[in-house]
């Protein structure tokens, strides 16, 4: 039996790395994080994903069923200074290359998420008495301004959790990802998607990448024009495939061809 630990935020990016996972056989434990970010559909989309997902793990035997849990931090909430938290700033708007993209940074985020991925990943193996691999997603196309995406923090971080911790050298990284951007992380999805008899749409529709969700009339919308949405388009324009999320703007619901037009404007814009 192969256990991995999977920070699982909701995204496409995790989401993908969770059926990367199962299609390799791995037991995993996945968490995701409540520390009152305004895109909370992510935690729904993710509660909505494992359910999916270990409902056929149940009837077919396909791979092992997922331990999930939300690990509630929204105590940080008044606490923390960035616009993706509930009281921060609107959330910018455009392409990560551009300054103000900063503002979405959340102050240690990684770092606290990384210690309790640890601490779990390091309670499995003691108890299995086994490796434990942990899981991230993160990839070439990870950005400047979130720091802790660094392979520098990875480093440090570890070596730090291996000098606090007896038994830490049977916790290791799995990043899968780490030479490639959006674009073959889908591409891999596509693959897993394929392996596991999963239905890519149905899977990708329960997914979240938007940091300017928008609620209609209860129902949950992406946005097209924050940083994240532009970067989700963009992957699924190259992969040549319709995304199926629903997209919104200030008019309300808009078809897919909308949100790809602007992302398609914007490569042309700024290359």
């Not at 105590?75 to 103000?100: F, M, R």
């Amino acid at each position: 039996m192969k256990y991995a630990v999977l920070s699982l935020s909701g995204g496409m990016d995790s989401s993908t790395l969770l059926l990367n996972l199962l299609s390799e056989c791995y037991a995993v434990t996945a968490v995701s994080f409540d520390y009152g970010q305004k895109h909370r559909v992510e935690l729904e989309r993710a509660i909505e994903l494992t359910n999916y997902l270990n409902e056929i793990a149940l009837n077919t035997d396909a791979f092992i069923p997922i331990n999930y849990q939300v690990i509630k931090l929204d105590g940080l909430t008044q606490l923390l200074n960035s616009a993706l938290v509930t009281g921060g700033d609107d959330v910018p708007e455009g392409h990560y290359k551009e300054d103000n993209m900063k503002a979405t940074v959340v102050p240690n985020r990684n770092k606290i998420f990384s210690s309790i991925i640890q601490a779990i990943a390091l309670s499995i193996a003691n108890e299995k008495d086994t490796e434990v691999k942990i899981a991230l997603g993160i990839h070439a196309g990870d950005h400047a301004i979130y720091p802790d995406c660094r392979q520098e923090f990875r480093d440090a971080d570890f070596e730090a959790f291996k000098q606090g911790n007896w038994g830490a050298d049977r916790v290791s990284f799995y990043t899968p990802y780490l030479n490639t951007g959006k674009l073959g992380i889908l591409r891999d999805g596509e693959v897993c998607c394929n392996d596991l008899g999963l239905n890519f749409d149905q899977i990708y529709s329960r997914t979240n990448t938007s940091y300017k969700p928008i609620n209609i009339n209860g129902t949950w919308y992406s946005d097209y024009k924050s940083a994240s949405s532009v970067e989700r388009v963009e992957a699924f324009i190259a992969l040549g495939r319709r995304d199926p999320v629903r997209y919104a703007d200030e008019s309300g619901e808009v078809d897919w061809e909308v949100a790809k037009t602007h992302v398609e404007q914007l490569l042309a814009e700024h290359g």
